[in-house]
């Protein structure tokens, strides 16, 4: 089992920048890749940013040149640092970790972008 904790979510103004941060713990030597998803209000859940224990990172196009993914193995942390955000980047989001087995979500952190 591995379980996921998010923060440092919150409200920001257009432009602005939040880091958010996800604890991992339990079973993380079984973890390959952790990624940043978000959900907006009436919207699907949607990947924002990958990276798998190599260190290889891959994002959606929407967040390109905006966000960086990150991760501490010492610390057993994923970040996940937003810059020049937009108001349609309000959205839950939620760290989530792969295993070969399955895949483990956290319990999300509100993100709110607005004036």
């Known amino acids: 089992q591995v379980q996921l904790v998010e923060s440092g979510g919150g409200l920001v103004q257009p432009g602005g920048s939040l880091r958010l941060s996800c604890a991992a713990s339990?079973?993380?030597?079984?973890?390959?890749?952790m990624s940043w998803y978000r959900q907006a209000p009436g919207k699907q859940r949607e990947l924002v940013a990958a990276?798998?224990?190599?260190?290889?990172?891959n994002y959606a196009d929407s967040v390109k040149g905006r966000f960086t993914i990150s991760r501490d193995n010492a610390k057993n942390m994923v970040y996940l640092q937003m810059s020049s955000l937009k108001p349609e980047d309000t959205a839950v989001y939620y760290c989530?970790?792969?295993?070969?087995?399955?895949?483990?979500w956290g319990q999300g952190t509100q993100v709110t972008v607005s004036s």
């Open positions: 989530n970790a792969r295993t070969t087995v399955k895949a483990y």
């Open positions: 990276i798998t224990t190599r260190g290889s990172t």
């Open positions: 339990g079973s993380i030597f079984s973890i390959y890749a």
